[in-house]
Each structure stands twice: as C-alpha cells, then as structure tokens.
T-cell receptor, first 114, second 112 residues
Framework: SAVISQKPSRDICQRGTSLTIQCQVD?????MFWYRQQPGQSLTLIAT?????????ESGFVIDKFPISRPNLTFSTLTVSNMSPEDSSIYLC???????????FGEGSRLTVL | GENVEQHPSTLSVQEGDSAVIKCTYS??????FPWYKQELGKGPQLIID?????GEKKDQRIAVTLNKTAKHFSLHITETQPEDSAVYFC???????????FGRGTSLIVHP
C-alpha cells in the first residue's frame, strides 16, 4: 500500500503562533482530507483539501483558523493559526486512492500548545 | 446526518478470549462500514470493512457482521493477543461518500 507521510510528527508551540503540517503521499490520490483528534476523542473532519482551489470546510472550522493548500495530487498542508491550548490535538491527513475506495490515514501530527 | 453509536467504550479481556465491539447507525442509506485500529502514538489503520451486499466478512482472527434491518454491525476478534490492545473505531458511510461518520471508539485491553 502507499505511504502517507506527515511532518512534523509532533511539536510543542507557544500560544499565538502558527504551525504548518505537511502531508506527502507517494502515489496519486483521488481525495485528501484533514482530521482532528482531540485527546481521548474520536475523529473530526476539518476539511476536504481540493487540488488547485479552496478547501471545503466542515461546520465549526474556518479558513482563517485552518488554511489548507493542495498544489498537486500528492501533497497538502494544513496550518493551525494563532494557536491556543484548545488546539492541542492530533492532526491527521487522510486519503482515498480510488473512486468509492477506502480511507487511509497518516501517522498524525501531535501538537501541544502551551 | 448519520449518527454512529459504539459500545462499549472500554473492553478488558484475558489473552485468548474473544472480544466483540458493537455499533449502530441511523442512516438507512449507509452502505459501507469500515473498522479502524489505532495503536498508541499512531494513526488509525483500516483493518477490515464490509459493504451492505454481504452479511459477514472474515480475515484471520477478525470478522465483521452486518445487520442492515436492525442497522447494526459488529467487530469480532477471536483468540485475542496483547498486541490487539488498541482503540478501535467503527464508521459508516453512504453511497459514494468518501467521508465516513466515526463512532467514539472502544479501548480494548488484552491482559497477558
């Protein structure tokens, strides 16, 4: 199966700063998504990363707080802006490789905001 | 929208015992039901899935059953081993959607 790489794997950040998380897949994918997993919780979809256009955000998530880019079929970034301790979570990149196919996840980026 | 309920939230078993995790869903249009295993410090891993045209699917020690009439599906793990200890998530998705709705997770602990 394809490899989904996320960077950084973990980081500790100061309140008010921003962090950009990268997701690189080693083969072309149909869809890319970003999820958030708060401590001990389930998986919440932040947005669908659309190639060459603005991401599609779920209710409760806005572009100013979570800007997303997807310049090509295999790469995407998620930025967590103006961070607060409530943003401490695992952020997960996920992909679908084919139409009506399975959803796969990267290993996640564990963010702690002090 | 879809709502997925998952039980139990925690399951503790002895090595060699069987473990069963149950999920219910609300949207009768859902037709794809994946299960994920998340080990500590890792991302969720797809371990098995089932589509609504079958009632049961097996892969070695794990199996999933689906009852569309009752809108519930279950994960069965036989002969559990300590390495099965993880959080398991069920999910449901409807026709053509890439985006499943996830349950809240079950923390499975297998005691040696």
């Amino acid at each position: 199966s394809a490899v989904i790489s996320q960077k950084p794997s973990r980081d500790i950040c100061q309140r008010g700063t921003s962090l950009t998380i990268q997701c690189q897949v080693d083969s072309q994918v149909t869809m890319m998504f970003w999820y958030r997993q708060q401590p001990g919780q389930s998986l919440t979809l932040i947005a669908t990363a659309n190639q060459g256009s603005e991401a599609t955000y779920e209710s409760g998530f806005v572009i100013d707080k979570f800007p997303i880019s997807r310049p090509n079929l295999t790469f995407s970034t998620l930025t967590v802006s103006n961070m607060s301790p409530e943003d401490s979570s695992i952020y997960l990149c996920s992909v679908v490789f084919r139409v009506a196919g399975e959803l796969f996840f990267g290993e996640g980026s564990r963010l702690t905001v002090l | 929208g879809e709502n997925v309920e998952q039980h139990p939230s925690t399951l503790s078993v002895q090595e060699g015992d069987s473990a069963v995790i149950k999920c219910t869903y609300s949207d009768s249009a859902s037709n794809y039901f994946p299960w994920y295993k998340q080990e500590l410090g890792k991302g969720p891993q797809l371990i098995i899935d089932i589509r609504s045209n079958v009632g049961e699917k097996k892969d070695q020690r794990i199996a999933v059953t689906l009852n569309k009439t009752a809108k519930h599906f279950s994960l069965h793990i036989t002969e559990t081993q300590p390495e099965d200890s993880a959080v398991y998530f069920c999910a449901a998705a409807s026709g053509g959607s890439y985006i499943p709705t996830f349950g809240r997770g079950t923390s499975l602990i297998v005691h040696p």
